[in-house]
């Protein structure tokens, strides 16, 4: 005797079932993997204190430099937890050197020291090498306009060079395009 003709031909019924749950655990796994993998960098950006005038090349800041270079070391130095630098940048010149002194004293950051001249490459190297940690970047006017340049894309620092108290706040996320927010400290 012959088996019935319904099970010769028996399909799997639960096969598609389990062929859609596991396409959704897949692409689960990917949006989870893609969404903890996205970072935002936050660099803020301060101009050196003013000028002592004088004769040489590299002068030193003036007393109301030293006394901003204090200010912002009051408002970076929060310590550890939320709102603490991960990183300090200070441009080769004696203003940025003296301004940044405060702040390194008091976070015990050693300062990345770059050239004045190698600012862009220094800001395309910190946005490899620091994704996702907030770095303070002091330097002149000069070097302020190409580190916005280049983590902009876009020219936005004309009064950079003309006034020492300000700060860009540099917000660069790894999906989207980056947002300034300047503030005078």
Do not use: C
Not at 50 to 69: C, F, N, S, V, Y
Not at 76 to 87: E, K, M
Not at 110 to 127: C, D, H, K, Y
């Amino acid at each position: 005797m012959d088996p019935p003709g319904i099970t010769r031909h028996r399909r799997p019924f639960l096969a598609p079932l389990w062929l859609t749950l596991l396409a959704v655990l897949i692409a689960a796994g990917v949006a989870i993997s893609a969404y903890r993998g996205v970072t935002t960098s936050i660099v803020v950006l301060a101009s050196v204190g003013e000028k002592d005038p004088g004769t040489i090349d590299d002068p030193p800041i003036t007393a109301e430099g030293e006394q901003r270079a204090q200010r912002l070391a009051q408002l970076f130095a929060a310590g550890a937890g939320p709102g603490r630098l991960d990183a300090l940048y200070v441009s080769g010149e004696r203003r940025a050197q003296q301004t940044a002194a405060p702040l390194a004293e008091r976070t015990h950051l050693a300062p990345n020291t770059f050239a004045v001249q190698e600012a862009s490459a220094t800001a395309a190297g910190l946005l490899r090498n620091r994704e996702g940690t907030a770095v303070l970047v002091v330097a002149g006017g000069t070097a302020v306009q190409q580190f916005l340049r280049q983590l902009t894309g876009t020219a936005g620092a004309a009064d950079a060079a003309s006034e020492p108290d300000l700060l860009y706040i540099v917000s660069v996320p790894t999906v989207g395009r980056p947002h300034v927010l300047r503030l005078k400290y």
